[in-house]
């Protein structure tokens, strides 16, 4: 029986093994330019689906998905949510830069032998609008409330002890007036316990998924037809938009524990990220525990900008801190109490400083585990 168990491990190990080698080559393989170059910066679409939740992996910087576990795994490497115990509900709100707001909710439970299953919406607000023309440049006193929202289903389950593998199908809408963008984007990630000194590994694909492009009343006209009889009407003429494509990462990820006591320890964690619209980041973080009660956290990142020689094609990469919005240091705090015999509530908090022409990012989560 034993021989049996171990052979079955292995190979659920294997499977998982080759579905990431596949979902990795094929996450590849439609990113049309080298991923990585700065060429390709704004010519992606759904960005909402970048924007990080849960003020544990934001304070750390996006280094998590080695060890992401619960609700905020669904985010950072759906196959964190293998590790959920019961029910586990979380919300989270931030207060984004230019005066935009992001508001999360997720539940998962532990649905036996069949794995763990989230549901989850984040909805970014960018607030009101004043909508102007080449006519009326200072307003024609109609505003508007562009929203951009991102349902996900995740379902994540342990193979092996030592393996998860889990996926998030995510629903993509984004409505600015009577016009609206839909897709559908796929995440796959797998966490490896290496059974030493808290040693895990993360591999995260996220973002994949077709074209999308904006559709409505907006896009037609009433115009008259040159060619047309003069004594005819206007005619409704409609345009449609460029599509986008939805912005593609592969983040490999790890973290081990530094050092260890009866009351505390201390983690060290760290991340490649490749982006299929940016430059590639580099990113680390330490996170300090006192009890399962209280953490402290704090992260660094930064990016490889690439330039490209107009004369001879060739492409350069130089590493600087942070990116376009961020200056790279990241901050946090987390208290958990228990509730009872068996619940448990986590409140936790994040501060990302952002470049001088934007306000700081602050994140505040509540979690609760019962």
């Known amino acids: 029986m034993l021989r049996m168990k171990n052979a079955i491990g292995s190979g659920a190990a294997r499977f998982l093994v080759l579905v990431l080698v596949v979902v990795t080559s094929a996450s590849l393989l439609t990113t049309k330019a080298r991923a990585g170059s700065d060429e390709r910066k704004g010519t992606a679409g759904a960005m909402e689906l970048q924007i990080p939740i849960g ?15 619960g609700i905020e ?37 532990k649905a036996g032998g069949f794995g763990t299953v989230g549901l989850a919406a984040k909805v970014l607000s960018i607030g009101d609008v004043i909508v102007t023309t080449e006519q009326a ?39 600015i007036v009577n ?30 998924g077709g074209s999308m492009k904006f ?21 409704t003429v409609s345009f449609s938009s460029a599509g986008f494509e939805m912005p593609t990462t592969i983040a490999l990820s790890g973290s ?21 619209f940016s430059g590639d980041q580099l990113r680390g973080g330490l996170e300090w525990g006192y009890k399962n009660m209280f953490a402290l ?36 705090a987390g208290v958990t109490t228990r509730l009872g015999d068996a619940s448990r509530l986590g409140v936790d908090l994040s501060w990302r400083p952002t470049k001088a022409q934007f306000d700081d990012i602050v994140e505040f989560s509540v979690r609760m585990n019962f």
């Open 256 to 276: 081990g524990v530094v050092t260890r006591n009866n009351a505390s320890q201390l983690v060290a964690l760290a991340a490649f990220q490749n982006n299929g």
């Open 55 to 69: 003020a544990r992996g934001t304070a750390l910087g996006g280094t998590v998905g080695s060890d992401a576990s």
């Open 297 to 332: 956290r704090g992260s660094y990142f930064g990016t490889f900008n690439g330039t490209t020689d107009q004369t001879t094609g060739e492409e350069t990469f130089k590493f600087g801190s942070g990116d376009d919005i961020y200056e790279g240091v990241a901050l946090g």
């Open 179 to 208: 016009n609206t963008a839909n897709g559908v984007g796929f995440d796959f990630g797998v966490q490896y316990d290496a059974g030493w000194k808290g040693l895990h590994f993360g591999l995260a694909v996220k973002n994949i």
């Open 137 to 175: 440049p200072d307003g024609t006193g109609e505003i508007i409330d562009p929203t951009f929202a991102v349902m996900g289903l995740s379902w994540g389950k342990a193979f092996t002890d030592r393996v998860n593998f889990g996926t998030t199908v995510n629903y993509v809408r984004e409505a």
């Open 73 to 109: 795994a669904m985010f950072w490497n759906p196959a964190g949510l293998a590790n959920t115990s019961g029910t586990e509900a979380l919300f989270t709100h931030t207060n984004y830069f230019a005066d935009m707001k992001i508001n999360y909710m997720g539940i998962a439970t």
């Open 215 to 235: 559709t409505g009343p907006g896009f037609e006209e009433l115009a008259r037809d040159p060619n047309a009889d003069p004594n005819a009407g206007n005619r």
